[in-house]
């Protein structure tokens, strides 16, 4: 089961939740970085954070744990489940549409794949942009408020909750105390970089899936199940098109194909951070079915 992180976020969102996941659900879960994001280094271009580049570079994960022999408990598998939270769920989704071969089943976690209604500019202002952002770019920060002022300064408010994207590290200051241990400090480390965010925006805002890819999703062989965010102000699924989303789901399950939704009252985009518990109950649910219906 791997789970796909959204724009300005890393695989480590997760790990409140990943554990009780794998033990409810009897799955081996991955949590991954996406290029240019966490641990992962960036990509050789800018032009290289685009929904094709990022849904390879998951293919070419999944051939490494099967090559290691990374399976579940009940043995080994040629697919496999995929979450996708925000616009982590359009690397999902177009894996799932260039790959239907590998995905076991597929969970949407508060997004539309659709046509992105937001306004961006073209990609040669957008390339522009984010190499003044790159030059500007640092790893580490000595304080948490040095951190923040960059963040502000290349993002801006309103983009998410900076607090959530800010880690503190304790690192080696390359001195000793008086006993010969080594003296650590604090440095902090903000958890996306500015200039792939600015990019990928552009291109899950102008890769259009499908302006009518939920009436197109039967043609996708794998169950799917999409979960909202309860919070009006918080969710990226519109109301209009949650009633057509759930609609279209349950006139394909009465075909016989697995669609279904759920919407987690009262949560925040993120819900497995919001409402882990929430998160985790119907992740586990769907999974059991999902197993039910394709094996492990």
Not at 1 to 27: K, P
Not at 134 to 159: C, I, N
Request: aromatic residues 8%; contains cysteine; glycine residues 6%.
């Amino acid at each position: 089961f791997i789970m796909v992180h959204g724009l300005t976020s890393a695989g480590l969102t997760f790990h409140n939740v990943a554990a009780r996941v794998a033990n409810e659900a009897n799955v081996h879960v991955v949590t991954l970085d996406l290029r240019g994001h966490g641990s992962s280094p960036d990509a050789p271009l800018l032009q290289d954070y685009n929904l094709t580049r990022m849904s390879e570079d998951i293919i070419k994960l999944l051939e490494v744990l099967q090559k290691e022999n990374v399976y579940d408990s009940q043995g080994p598998y040629s697919k496999v489940h995929l979450l996708g939270h925000s616009w982590g769920s359009r690397v999902a989704f177009a894996l799932a549409a260039a790959r239907p071969d590998l995905v076991a089943s597929l969970l949407i976690e508060d997004e539309y794949v659709g046509k992105s209604q937001r306004e961006v500019p073209g990609e040669d202002e957008v390339i522009k942009r984010a190499s003044a952002m790159l030059k500007e770019y640092q790893p580490h920060f000595p304080s948490f408020e040095d951190a923040e002022a960059f963040f502000m300064r290349t993002t801006g408010p309103g983009v998410c909750d900076f607090s959530r994207k800010i880690l503190e590290e304790q690192v080696h200051s390359g001195n000793k105390d008086e006993d010969g241990n080594p003296i650590k400090r604090k440095q902090f480390r903000v958890l996306f970089k500015p200039h792939v965010a600015h990019v990928w925006n552009y291109h899950c805002c102008v890769t259009t899936l499908g302006d009518e890819v939920w009436k197109n999703v039967s043609k996708f062989p794998m169950p799917i199940h999409v979960m909202k965010a309860g919070d009006p102000t918080e969710s990226d699924i519109s109301a209009e098109v949650w009633e057509t989303i759930t609609n279209e789901s349950k006139a394909l399950s009465e075909t016989g194909v697995i669609r279904s939704t759920s919407e987690v009252a009262g949560a925040a985009h993120p819900i497995h951070r919001s409402h882990p518990d929430e998160f985790v109950a119907q992740t586990v649910e769907f999974l059991r079915r999902a197993q039910a219906d394709t094996g492990p």
